[in-house]
């Protein structure tokens, strides 16, 4: 069993990965900037933040895997990407590095267009979008000793569309994945799935990945 830490471990990504982690029996640390009220039994809590890099490389003494999900969001846009950088050049190296990004960077066919340069792309998500986007290029840029993998979730994938746990998913490389009706969904929970199986079973060593059904 790993050693997992979850940055953003409070919100909607977050929590599904990190009760998706300690169903499997693994050893889970949830990192926010408060622990709440209610908690994900297994789970350990503790305070931290991307804003404070060295107290939170100190919180995460002894992890195996270090799963980013905080989107550039509300107080955070601008300041997640310069910060998850620096986390991954002060993690050790023997430290996996795992980020859930947005759908913005998908391509919609093989060597095509991102999803974020179409018209149809709500003008008010393309700062957390591009700066998501940073950071797969930060990562794609790093030294070769750093190992880490990249998801972009579904087009349909957020708190206000939640879904149930399937267990299933199909992943779609650098492409949104669509179902028969062009349609781009995954809950939160298949999300949770999805990370867990490249945790335990790794694929995409330093490669980025889409998920959805």
């Known amino acids: 069993m790993a050693r997992i830490a979850v940055i953003g471990g409070t919100g909607y990504a977050g929590s599904n990965i990190v009760a998706e982690a300690v169903r499997r029996g693994h050893t889970v640390v949830s990192v926010a900037r408060s622990v709440p009220a209610e908690r994900i039994e297994g789970a350990t809590y503790v305070e931290g933040t991307l804003l404070d890099v060295p107290s939170l490389v100190a919180e995460l003494e002894g992890v195996d895997v270090v799963v980013s999900t905080v989107p550039a969001r509300g107080d955070m846009v601008g300041q997640v990407r310069n910060n998850v950088a620096e986390l991954v050049a002060e993690l050790p190296e023997n430290v996996r590095v795992g980020v859930i990004g947005g759908a913005g960077g998908s391509l919609i066919a093989p060597d095509g267009e991102r999803l974020i340069d179409q018209p149809s792309f709500t003008e008010e998500y393309k700062p957390e979008a591009l700066e998501a986007i940073g950071i797969l290029e930060d990562l794609q840029q790093g030294p070769a000793t750093r190992d880490w993998f990249y998801v972009h979730p579904a087009g349909g994938f957020g708190v206000w569309n939640p879904g149930e746990r399937t267990g299933s998913y199909r992943k779609g490389g650098d492409v949104l994945v669509t179902d028969a009706e062009g349609e781009s969904f995954i ?27």
């Open 187 to 213: 809950s939160g929970a298949d999300l949770g799935v999805a990370v867990l199986d490249e945790i335990e079973n790794p694929a995409h060593s330093r490669e980025r990945f889409t998920v959805g059904y």
